[in-house]
Each structure stands twice: as C-alpha cells, then as structure tokens.
C-alpha cells in the first residue's frame, strides 16, 4: 500500500512538471521568435554590422584568396608581351593585346560572369544581384603596358577584380546590386597619344568620339582600322555608342598599386584614394635659325634649342612657386632638328606634363608657362609655331560615401590604412564622371611602376583583394 502511495506521489509530480513544460516552453520560443523578428533590432543589427542579417557571421573569416593562383595569373598574363622578361609590353589592339584580352575574358567566364564589349574593346564582366535592375558597383582596370614597363599596373586592378568576385562567390555572399568589372581599353597613350581612352569615352566624351575619327599612330594606321583589326568597331565609324548615361554605376573603385613609396615607407597595408590629380598636357614648338656650330658667332645665335632648355627650367620654376608639393610639371619630350651634334638647333618640340589636385593652382602654372614661353621668342629672337594645351581634365574626389565603405572594410579586416592623394591619373579619374567612384591602393616595390623591377608582394595584394570584397559587398547591399 505504502509502495502505491509513492507511485502515484510521483506520477502527481510528472504531470505537474509537465505542465510546466507546455505553458513555459511555447512563452519562451514565442518571446525568442518576436526578438529576431522584431523589425527595429534587425534594423539595427544591420546597421551596426553593415550586411543583411541572413547573412552567415562568419562572413569575414570566410573570405578567402587564392594569393598564389592570382600571382599565377600575373606572371602568365606578362608572357604576353612584345618584349622579353622581366619587362612587360603590351600596345592597344596589337597581336599580343588581343590575347591578353582573350585571356582575362576567359578568367572572367570561368568567375560565372556574363561578359560583353563595347566597339573600342572595353570588357565587362557582370554578376547579377538579388535586384539586377538596378545600378550595378563596378571596379577594374587596365592591363595594356608602356613599352619595356612592369607587370602589376593595372593588371593587380583586373586580375584582383575578378579573384574578389571568387572570394565573394566562395564566401556564400549574394549581392543586391550587380557587380560588374570593367577592363579599360588603352589606359595609357602610347599608341595614338590619348591617356585613358576608353574611359574618357565612356564618361561622353564627344570631342574624343570625333577626333578618333581622324586619329592615326607613329606608323598611318588609322584608329578605326587598329580598332578592326581586333575585331571591334566593325562597320561604326560613330564611337558615341560607347557612352554611358551617368548613374550606369552606383559606385565604382579601382584596385591598382600605389605607383609611389609612401606606403611601404611607412609600412602600411592600404591607401585609400581622396582624390586624383589630373594632368594638363602641351605641346611647344620653337623655330629658330640653324647654321654649322662653329661658324656662328654665339651674339648671333638664334637657336631653338636653347629656347625650348630655358622653357623646360621654366616649367620647373613655376610649378615650385605654386608653394603646393601636390604641384609637379614634367618636360617628357624635347626633340631637336636637325639633331646634329655640330648643327645648331633649327627646331625644337617640347612636351609638358604638370599637374595637381587643384585645377585652378595647375591651370595657373600652365598660363605662366605660355607667358615664358612669349618671353623666350623675344629675348632669344625665335617663333613660337605652336602652344597648344592637349588635354586640361579637372581633377576628381572621391566619393564620400564610397571612401567610408572602403575605411570600415579595412578596418573590419584590421588592416592599417591611410587617406592620400594620387598624382598619377586612372581610369577611376573619368569613371567620377558617371558615377561616386574611389581607389584602393597597396605597396609596390620602392614606389617603382612603368619598369620591370616593378613589384608587389602576394601578401599586398591579398589585403587589396579583401578589402576591394568587402568594399564592393558593403556597397552592393546598399
């Protein structure tokens, strides 16, 4: 009897229990259920964290870059080139261009991107978001090369583009906006003497558009037939095409080596871009009297020469007065006829780059430059037969909103950073013309770029590669 009596004791007390069980078990799973779902906490955890709350929290850990295979695609992209190694050189729509294109195009399929190109050959290479409607997050670069030059300018902004895709696609993470990279056509101008060609004509260059139409290089081969030849401009003489209506992007950042030592000096991971100094380019012909260098008395010496060696001190003397060290000027070319050790000089050309942030300080110089120039012909007894101004582009600042992105993903990454200028153009330079635009830069090698020796670590370029994925997920969820 007493045996019963403690059974069922203890069969009250299950029953008891498991009541408690069914009344307290549903609160609290209906308590936890409305504080993820509560619209204001997610609102706010997304704030804080700057990604969609489904996204995984591990997200960071989880971005992963395949350092060695991006420096294999490197060093085999180099191998297309019309010099030997260690240089690097690779000229707008000749043989070997066209096959580097082919190459990352491929590189750019096997990513699962879409690929198209324009009629002057610029590449894009597109992931579609959750809202493919809407403005796309570009990034890339260029991967032509100045003659005898290194491997990484440019090409660390194309190749990297694509691994940061990889690292996005391998992370899990979906994009709301697309992301879309972009190959530039002819960064440089070492063909038909047009910096960022393709770029100025997608931000609506007109005056770009007309003049191609007429342009040639060193050897009379015209643009469209170089153009065709490649397999682009076919049957289009007109090139306006290729604009892009600004808003096309919502965003856009380059990936590109710093091209200067600031970084490595200092020993820091990442530059981030405020602003991009643009250049003014001349041209200065002088005309002089020529004569055997020994029979011309020097009081009666008209040489052009000397004319156009007084303009290049000039040009040194005026930008040094700016009071700016973000001012420079450059003479790159000075060429004289008859070009005889014992002839004096004839002719002289002389090419002028100067350049700043600040267009008004820049624009400044070249105006002194040309009032110099006016000085010289009197005072040396010369004609000036041409100042003409080639190219006057404004400068450009980055985006606010795209800098901020490009901070709290280096800093989510505890990467070391540092805000700075570039004195060397870019593409992203006529990309601010269509959309808020921004540049990542990391180390090279003592600041060397335009030359073999020209370097970037694996490691340098793994933090790039990350922080331009981060940046460009940041900005894709926006």
């Known amino acids: ?228 030849s490649a397999g682009y401009a076919k049957d289009v003489d007109d090139l306006s095409s290729v604009f892009l209506k600004k808003g096309t992007y919502s965003a856009f950042i380059e990936l590109h080596i710093e091209q200067g030592p600031i970084l490595e000096a200092e020993g820091i991971s990442i530059g981030i871009v405020t602003a991009i100094a643009a250049p003014a380019s001349l041209k200065v012909d002088f005309e002089g009297n020529g004569g055997h260098a020994g029979a011309v008395l020097m009081p009666n010496r008209n040489d052009a020469g000397l004319a156009a060696a007084e303009l290049a001190l000039a040009v040194e003397k005026h930008v040094l007065e700016s009071g700016s060290i973000d001012t420079v000027g450059t003479v790159g070319i000075l060429e004289l006829h008859p070009g005889a050790i014992n002839s004096i000089p004839s002719k002289a050309h002389i090419e002028i780059d100067t350049r700043d942030i600040d267009e008004e300080r820049r624009n400044n110089v070249v105006e002194k430059i040309h009032q110099s120039a006016i000085r010289i012909t009197k005072t040396r007894g010369v004609k000036l037969s041409e100042f003409s101004i080639i190219n006057q582009d404004p400068p450009a600042l980055s985006s606010d909103a795209v800098i901020e992105a490009m901070q709290t993903a280096t800093r989510e990454l505890n990467l070391s950073s540092k805000l700075m200028i570039s004195r060397a153009y870019h593409d992203s330079l006529f990309m601010a013309r269509v959309s808020p635009m921004g540049m990542i830069f990391i180390p090279c090698y003592k600041g060397y770029s335009h030359k073999p020796e020209e370097f970037a670590s694996i490691e340098d370029m793994s933090n790039g590669v990350k922080v331009l994925a981060l940046t460009l997920a940041k900005l894709s969820l926006q």
Not at 120 to 130: E, K, M, S
Not at 142 to 147: S, V
Request: proline letters at 4%; glycine letters at 8%.
């Open 1 to 228: 009897m007493a045996a019963l009596q403690l059974s069922h004791s203890h069969c009250v007390t299950l029953i008891l229990l498991l009541l408690l069980c069914t009344i307290i078990i549903p609160l609290s799973s209906i308590s936890a259920q409305q504080h993820v779902e509560d619209p204001s906490i997610t609102s706010t955890m997304e704030q804080f964290s700057g990604y969609a709350i489904h996204e995984p929290h591990s997200f960071l850990s989880s971005l992963s870059v395949d350092a060695q295979g991006l420096q294999n695609q490197i060093d085999e992209l180099s191998t297309f080139s019309d010099a030997p190694a260690p240089s690097v050189t690779r000229i707008l729509y000749t043989d070997k261009d066209v096959l580097a294109r082919r190459y990352v195009k491929n590189l750019m399929g096997l990513a699962g991107l879409s690929v198209r190109e324009d009629a002057v050959g610029n590449i894009f290479g597109r992931w579609n978001g959750d809202e493919p409607e809407l403005a796309a997050v570009a990034t890339g670069s260029h991967i032509d090369a100045i003659p005898y030059s290194g491997k990484y300018d440019g090409v660390v902004g194309v190749l990297g583009a694509i691994e940061a895709i990889n690292v996005l696609k391998r992370s899990g993470f979906k994009p709301r906006r697309p992301l879309e990279i972009i190959l530039f056509t002819s960064e440089e101008p070492t063909r038909f003497g047009i910096g960022c060609l393709g770029s100025r004509l997608l931000s609506g260059s007109e005056s770009l558009a007309n003049a191609l139409n007429k342009a040639a290089d060193s050897q009379n081969i015209s643009f469209l037939d170089a153009a065709r």
